[in-house]
């Protein structure tokens, strides 16, 4: 597709290919007035990600497994008509997705490593929590009968 301001870069060298994207528009409801209802503004991007070639396989199969749940048949769709242009529309779901595939490819965390409370650190606890109870307890009104 000429003249869009892509690549849009996935991560690293690693970008949305333009050769692998399919692109539906339809009318948008919202704001446009009259003109919302002659032009087809809103966009509905797909990306075929069970067969695509352009990613590494294992960030594929990353993909494949955290975005699951938005997936028909392999195909990753994201629509955008928050825009009154086609052009930003198209824009806005190209980034959109980009960040989608960015998110779902990013490596998992590093496992935390659990570490030891250092002992003055409990100590310290428990020394302010017996300095609160004396307080409290140097409050209480025993003795006034």
Do not use: C
């Amino acid at each position: 597709m000429e003249g869009m301001s892509g690549p849009y870069v996935i991560r690293g060298s690693v970008a949305l290919p333009e050769a692998e994207l399919g692109w539906r528009f339809s009318r948008s409801s919202g704001p446009g007035g009259q003109h919302v209802n002659t032009s087809d503004s809103r966009v509905e991007l797909s990306f075929d990600l069970a067969r695509t070639e352009s990613l590494p396989e294992v960030w594929k199969e990353r993909a494949l497994r955290n975005l699951a749940g938005r997936l028909v048949d392999g195909v990753l769709t994201v629509r955008a008509s928050e825009h009154r242009s086609q052009w930003r529309n198209r824009e806005a779901a190209a980034v959109r997705m980009a960040a989608l595939l960015a998110e779902a490819t990013a490596p998992p965390p590093r496992p935390r490593r659990p570490t030891r409370i250092p002992r003055g650190v409990n100590e310290r606890r428990l020394r302010e929590k017996k300095q609160r109870s004396q307080t409290k307890r140097e409050r209480s009104g025993r003795d006034w009968g």
